[in-house]
């Protein structure tokens, strides 16, 4: 199966101003994305699709392949569409979405979306991991739940499943999933995704995989088991960032 890797990056952060050019661990934020989706070797081929000269010329002089793309997009799920689009990447079975802003993205993660797709048979492929209930009271951590062969039913920044009587608490633990976000794609249905209209639900939670799932595109979730590092969208999350990736590049 040929698998092509898109890293969507530009310069427009408001939380994180020039994001994919702020330093971690001396290396610009997209240089150790790139750094860390081509030494995980779930793609064939990794790109960085951007609308900034200056991310062009930083990316292209440490060796990573580029991409100019549209400055007009809303979302990377647009930029990595029109990376797909190009004739010569035609041919591959799954186009994998990762943000510029995941340094930490696991192998594991990027292959369970990816399976979901080249082998799952679905539209979509993204990955999740079995969280503590703690998540559930805070709106910024998505939650999805899934039937038993992995087929997403729902994403929700709201406490999903919801615990009706306390009689059910052990039975919940196992369906409290946190959604990495992280997409594997067959070519046409992210084609279908970016051409479809902006959902209600999505509107209402902020959440773009509502789009294609309340449109009928399948999306299948991989659950994968290892702890969670968060990506970087705050001066606080890049200080942390920091100091953690030391123990996380020799762990």
Partial sequence: MRTLAVIPARLGATRLPRKPLRLLAGLPLVLRVWQRVSET????????ATDSDEVAAIATAAGAEVIMTSASHASGTERVAEVARLPEFAT??????????EPFVSRQALLGATRMVTDGGYGVGTAAVLATPEILGNPNVVKVVAAPDGRAMYFSRA????????????????????????YAYEWSALMRWVDLPESPLEQIERLEQLRPLGAGISIGVSLIDEPVRPGIDTEEDLARANRDWTAFTTG
């Fill in 159 to 182: 406490a999903i499943p919801f615990l009706r009587s306390r009689d059910d608490a052990e039975l919940q633990r196992a369906y409290i999933w946190q959604h990495l976000g992280v």
């Fill in 41 to 48: 070797a779930v793609a064939e081929r990794v790109v960085i």
């Fill in 92 to 101: 591959y079975d799954a186009i994998i979405n990762v943000q510029g802003d």
